[in-house]
């Protein structure tokens, strides 16, 4: 590729919206010819990202501009496919999947309505605000929107703001509670859309299952929920054992429906082509003074600890997750790939592990994951280098390389 001034035609507007998308077009509207104001931009883009101002766009400039959007999304008029009929279902107009006049004037009208440069092109920005309105998420909130950090009422009773389905038990045995999210905090999927990801998290909170659930169904921050969650046992009881909540799974909301649950990654349609559960376990623990304590000062028994041998993320000890956690996992993974067979539960963290990868490096962050080029089982920590959910605590390495 190469652009310069004086070029003109549908390349000239994609630029231009790659730039906008960037912060780097400041013209009231998008136009398909490059000019001085289009070559001006150009230059202040790549004096920013510190390569050749020359004011031409070629290969390095244009992979600069790829990288700088949040999601690498170009749809415009003549285009047709899955994403233009995802985009027509957010739109709430007819989605044939062809992207043609009337798909346009709905998407200028869109952009035109969000104080957006209208030109009827849905890149970063645009997808990024039609997201916002169907899931309920700011992006632009300085706070992290996904699952971690919930569930800090650690008192022992089920929340009755919670809808409660009942029990079923899967064809493997697991028994699995409902007890579901208000109809507000998550969404049904676009169109035909099935999950390709399963994600593993744990909460950096306490044992009690449902006070997870509520503390999403509390908070403000939009949709933002995972599909299942597993109590643990409470590091007030002193050691593992009769915990009611231990091992047990629980469903917030049905199948085929999305919540947020991975925060800003490379790609957004991980979160939504994903299932995904929340463990209940606290994560790293610090050592001090012969004990051991959370990062909110609570004290966790030290026959629930797991000491690692070495520092994953910065932390050797980590709150162990129990026996019972890890079967109602391994019994979650197969129910789950039952339910959404797209979803390759032996890829991702499985194979890295089966191919000989160190169980550190298998849970490390993989940008093959988190640009969603391979699909799989991952961990959160897979795509956010800022996260430490889940470990790799022995008993759960050993589950999935065994998959």
Request: charged share 25%.
């Amino acid at each position: 590729m190469l652009l310069k001034n004086g070029d003109s035609g549908s390349d000239v507007k994609e630029l231009q919206s790659l730039l906008y998308s960037n912060g780097f077009w400041t013209y009231d509207t998008i136009t398909d010819y490059f000019g001085d104001i289009t070559e001006t931009a150009v230059k202040n883009f790549q004096s920013a990202k510190k390569i050749t101002v020359d004011g031409l766009v070629g290969d390095t400039t244009y992979s600069h501009l790829i990288d700088g959007v949040k999601y690498n999304i170009m749809l415009k008029k003549g285009d047709s496919g899955s994403q233009v009929k995802e985009v027509q279902q957010m739109l709430g107009i007819n989605d044939d999947g062809i992207f043609g006049s009337g798909t346009e004037s709905s998407v200028k009208k869109f952009q035109s309505d969000k104080g957006l440069v209208s030109d009827g092109i849905v890149g970063s920005k645009t997808y990024e605000t039609l997201v916002n309105e169907t899931m309920g998420i700011d992006f632009d909130n300085d706070e992290d929107i996904d699952t971690d950090r919930t569930g800090f009422d650690d008192s022992d009773d089920r929340d009755d703001k919670l809808n409660y389905l009942g029990s079923y038990t899967t064809e493997d045995g697991l028994e699995i509670d409902r007890a579901y999210l208000d109809g507000d905090e998550y969404v049904k999927d676009y169109g035909e859309i099935q999950p390709e990801n399963f994600f593993i998290h744990h909460t950096a909170g306490w044992n009690n299952p449902y006070n997870t659930i509520n503390s999403w169904n509390k908070d403000d921050r939009g949709r933002v929920a995972t599909q299942y969650c597993i109590g643990g046992t409470s590091i007030k009881i002193g050691s593992y054992g009769d915990d009611k909540y231990n091992g047990q799974v629980v469903e917030c909301f049905p199948d085929n429906y999305i919540g947020w649950h991975l925060g800003k990654v490379g790609n957004f349609n991980m979160s939504k082509y994903s299932s995904a559960v929340e463990v209940n376990n606290f994560g790293y623990v610090t050592k001090k003074d012969g004990k051991y304590y959370t990062y909110v000062n609570s004290e966790v028994p030290e026959n629930m600890v797991c000491d690692l041998g070495y520092e994953f993320r910065g932390h050797q000890y980590w709150h162990a997750y129990t026996p019972e956690q890890i079967e109602s996992l391994r019994l979650l993974i197969k129910h789950v790939a039952k339910i959404y067979p797209k979803i390759d539960m032996t890829a991702g963290i499985p194979k890295l592990l089966k191919d000989g990868m160190s169980p550190k490096d298998a849970f490390e962050f993989n940008e093959d994951a988190y640009y969603g080029k391979i699909k799989g089982l991952y961990s959160h920590t897979s795509v956010r280098k800022d996260k430490f959910d889940m470990y790799p605590c022995p008993m759960l390495v050993e589950m999935l390389n065994n998959l």
